[in-house]
């Protein structure tokens, strides 16, 4: 759990996941034979094996805001990085890179329901612009701040999209004894931003199958669209999203594989977002991907929500993927 939090907590809008680079570094690098960053800044741990290249991929970069226009009072206005809602940023606490922390909030004269981002701003203290540009300048980023908090079995807190993953992806890597896979565990930048750190990952590894770890948005909620995903009830087989539909050869392997482990799996047929297997699927000559998710509530916001017997069934599920010989 500490690690969780830690991994969590770790400071990484896309383009500067360098803090949470160093946290899984140093963490992996004992459990692995080899270890680079590419120049997207993926970072990429190779344990060696006899068999085909396997690749598994979770994402470093969290969603984050970045400077656009001080104002001559020393109010901020800012652009998203990532998928930003409006009614996510409402009063919510930020903290930029240099440590610099500010409130978000928006136009008086506009109503609240209809604050969009350009009517929106960061007040950081400052009193006047030379104050406010003491301490920021136009393009810094900051990260929205959340609690780490644990609710029975259900922890929340930022960025567990997708931090948590990281962290499931790293402890399968720990936990794994035989691996007769050439097998990489990538961690990739800028996914939210349109996959794009794994499009580069996935043309340096150049897998022969690959797996991308993710969350996705459940359907568990009081009156909640319907979404065929519970907290509690295992990771997913993720069978499309938006930006892909699984291939046969990966999800045979994935079927297999939660059947051989023993966990409780749920299929998801999602209609929306993208996870990194869209990009990974396209490269090269194609790659058999899927993803698997571990189901997560309020996602994109400071307290995303996820529930810890799905963060151990998703290690287990990965371990075994990792053991298991693909063709
Ligand atoms: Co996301
Ligand atoms: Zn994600």
């Known amino acids: ?47 060696k094996g006899n068999g085909k290249k396997l690749m598994m991929a979770a994402h470093m970069d969290e969603i984050g805001i970045m400077v656009t ?38 136009e008086g004269k506009t109503a609240m329901r209809d604050w969009n981002l350009d009517k929106m701003y960061v007040d950081i203290g400052a009193e006047s612009y030379s104050e406010a540009a003491e ?35 790293l402890e399968a890597v720990k936990r794994v004894e035989d691996c007769p ?51 509690g009830k295992g990771p997913s087989i993720k069978l499309r999203d938006a930006s892909y539909i699984i291939s046969p050869k990966a999800r045979d392997f994935m079927l297999k594989c939660a059947n051989e482990c023993g966990i409780p799996y749920q299929l998801e047929a999602a209609t929306f977002g993208g996870t990194d297997t869209g990009a990974i699927m396209l490269t090269g000559r194609g790659v058999p991907s899927a993803t698997t998710s571990i189901p997560c509530r309020y996602i994109h916001s400071p307290q995303e929500t996820v529930h810890m017997d799905d963060v151990e069934n998703e290690i287990k599920f990965l371990v075994q993927m990792i053991g298991t010989e693909i063709d």
């Open 135 to 169: 301490k920021l300048k136009i393009g810094d980023m900051a990260a929205f701040k959340g609690e780490f908090m644990v609710m029975g079995k259900k922890v929340s807190g930022k960025t567990m999209d997708d931090r948590v993953a990281c962290y499931t992806l």
């Open 69 to 106: 226009h001080i104002d001559k009072n020393g109010f901020v206005r800012f652009a998203p990085v990532g998928g930003v809602y409006p009614y996510n940023c409402i009063h919510r606490a930020v903290r930029f890179e240099n440590g610099v922390e500010g409130v978000i909030s928006g």
């Open 1 to 47: 759990m500490e690690l969780l939090k830690k991994i969590t907590e770790a400071f990484g809008p896309s383009g500067r996941e360098d803090g949470v680079r160093e946290v899984i570094r140093k963490e992996i690098e004992a459990y692995v034979d080899e270890i680079k960053v590419d120049n997207m800044g993926n970072l990429i741990c190779h344990k």
């Open 181 to 231: 896979n050439d097998f990489y565990a990538v961690f990739t930048t800028q996914e939210e931003l349109g996959l794009r750190g794994a499009r580069v990952a996935a043309q340096v590894v150049e897998p022969d199958m690959a797996i991308a770890v993710d969350v996705s948005l459940v359907g568990d909620t009081p009156e909640s669209n319907i979404v065929d995903l519970t907290l």
